[in-house]
């Protein structure tokens, strides 16, 4: 067995501490376990996750011109989410899909997902008030986040989004650029700092969208550039 599917295994043996305010206890399943070492199990899971930290990044190929941008007002994004796409709702540590998300209730989870990018990208977009009407395509590839067990027991998690875009005019059709591969890619609170963030009406989903709408920004080059490299534990 690999190392993602021993952890998973293991992730049964999580609990959710008591103390954990109401907003984070919303949607993790508390798991009861007769092992009388269960306490330790996690801590193991840990330390092997730990081993298994690798590097992540928000990155595109370059910034559009502003001076062409500037000229657009974007009239829609149009957010693809292709049928091969896997979906997981299983709450293991590392599900094993392209698209994980438990950041909403149980639902469409496609549908959630790419209502976040749709919010998310429009929001980045609100800078350009040029004449010309603009339409962004986005394909996604891979939205996978964290689950309600890796939010208490990892040390660190991702969440690892991959997407490409390009403008075409909205009237015409017409491609005004080529299509972008972009990683979207945001450390997750877990832990401590997600019981401090809930605690200051701080939310992922929200995190989610300000970081898509700064990516956005970043590339349509109205906006600093939020290029960057982390390291954290992820699939």
């Not at 009861?32 to 590097?55: F, R, Y």
């Not at 005004?176 to 605690?199: K, R, Y």
Request: charged share 20%; glycine share 8%.
């Amino acid at each position: 067995m690999n190392t993602v599917g021993w952890l998973n295994a293991q992730s049964n043996w999580a609990t959710v501490p008591s103390f954990w305010p109401a907003p984070i206890l919303v949607g993790i399943e508390r798991v009861v376990s007769e092992d009388p070492m269960s306490w330790l199990k996690p801590l193991i899971a840990c330390l092997v996750l730990t081993g298994c930290a690798t590097h992540w990044s928000t990155d595109y190929a370059a910034p559009l011109d502003a001076e062409v941008t500037r000229t657009w007002h974007v009239h829609e994004v149009d957010v693809l989410i292709p049928e091969k796409l896997t979906v997981s709702d299983e709450n293991l540590l590392m599900p094993p899909a392209d698209i994980v998300w438990h950041g909403d209730p149980d639902g469409d989870r496609r549908a959630q997902v790419s209502a976040i990018l749709n919010d998310g990208i429009a929001a980045g977009t609100t800078g350009l008030v040029g004449d010309r009407p603009v339409k962004l395509e986005v394909v996604l590839r891979e939205f996978h986040g964290v689950t309600p067990i890796a939010m208490v027991n990892a040390p660190s998690a991702v969440y690892n989004i991959h997407y490409s875009i390009r403008a075409v005019d909205a009237d015409t059709g017409a491609a005004l650029t080529e299509p972008a591969e972009v990683d979207a890619d945001l450390a997750a609170h877990v832990g401590a700092d997600l019981i401090t963030a809930s605690l200051e009406g701080s939310d992922e989903k929200s995190r989610l969208r300000e970081h898509l709408a700064e990516v956005t920004a970043g590339w349509l080059g109205i906006g600093p550039d939020p290029r960057e490299e982390f390291t954290s534990v992820g699939r």
